[in-house]
């Protein structure tokens, strides 16, 4: 089955620095990559997605890329702010019907 | 509030009991998935339903655990005769499907602690 790997497990960046997590997948059949923000306390929350036919998206300090090549996808965060402090997932469909995670980014913005 | 909404937020119990947790989807969508969180990790996908129609079980998903979605709308899981190990967050989400990619819309989460 599909295997998500995330890096780093814990990240902190001064304010107003950029931010990059980065991911792996196995299953070549995943076709679709949601990025998921996770508050304290709340469910996870979609950010930003890719599908498998897009190289990079963008989202105002938001942005994605995906090489399906090598299997790679990655989030990038530009001018940090103190509300982008959370756990970030990355996650890969290898099907319409689940989504498999990674182990998720702690995500610290240092004033 | 439209979202996703799921009831308990918090459940305590001791070791043996049963437990029953309730999701509310997103009104019209026809797809709800549950998930469980443990601390320090990603989500892992432990059912789903189309409609009423329970279509795909993880093998996570003992046989202590139950889930239905009797009406297509919202959705219930049991766990039977807790163990500590069952201890996690229990996560509900929801999607339209309307397409190849459907976006999948996450509760809160109840949060279990079996003592």
Redesign the interface.
């Known amino acids: 089955g599909e295997n998500?790997e995330?890096h780093p497990s814990t990240l902190s960046v001064q304010e107003g620095d950029s931010a990059v997590i980065k991911c792996t997948y196995s299953d070549s059949a995943s076709?679709?990559f949601?990025w998921?923000k996770q508050e304290l306390?709340?469910?996870?929350?979609?950010i930003i997605?890719i599908?498998s036919n897009v190289g990079e998206k963008k989202d105002q300090r938001i942005a994605v890329t995906l090489n399906k090549t090598a299997k790679h996808f990655s989030l990038h965060i530009t001018e940090t702010q103190p509300e982008d402090s959370a756990v970030y997932?990355c996650?890969a469909?290898p099907r319409?019907?689940?989504?498999?995670?990674?182990?998720?980014t702690r995500l610290h913005i240092l004033p | 509030d439209t979202g996703?909404s799921q009831d308990p937020r918090h459940k305590i119990t001791k070791r043996g009991q049963n437990v029953t947790f309730r999701c509310d989807p997103i009104s019209e969508h026809n797809?709800l998935?549950w998930y469980r969180q443990t601390l320090?990790?990603?989500?892992?996908?432990l059912t789903?339903f189309q409609n009423e129609a329970q279509?795909?079980k993880s093998r996570l998903l003992s046989d202590r655990f139950s889930a239905e979605r009797p009406k297509g709308s919202f959705s219930t899981l049991e766990i039977q005769r807790t163990e500590q190990g069952d201890s996690a967050m229990y996560?509900c989400?929801s999607s339209k499907l309307a397409g190849?990619?459907?976006?999948?819309?996450?509760?809160?989460?109840t949060r279990l602690t079996v003592l």
Request: charged fraction near 20%.
């Open positions: 998500v995330q076709n679709y949601p998921y306390g709340k469910g996870p929350q979609l997605d599908r997932f996650a469909t319409d019907d689940k989504i498999i995670f990674g182990k998720g | 996703v797809r998935y320090g990790q990603g989500p892992e996908f789903y279509l795909e996560l989400a190849v990619y459907n976006e999948q819309f996450f509760g809160p989460g």
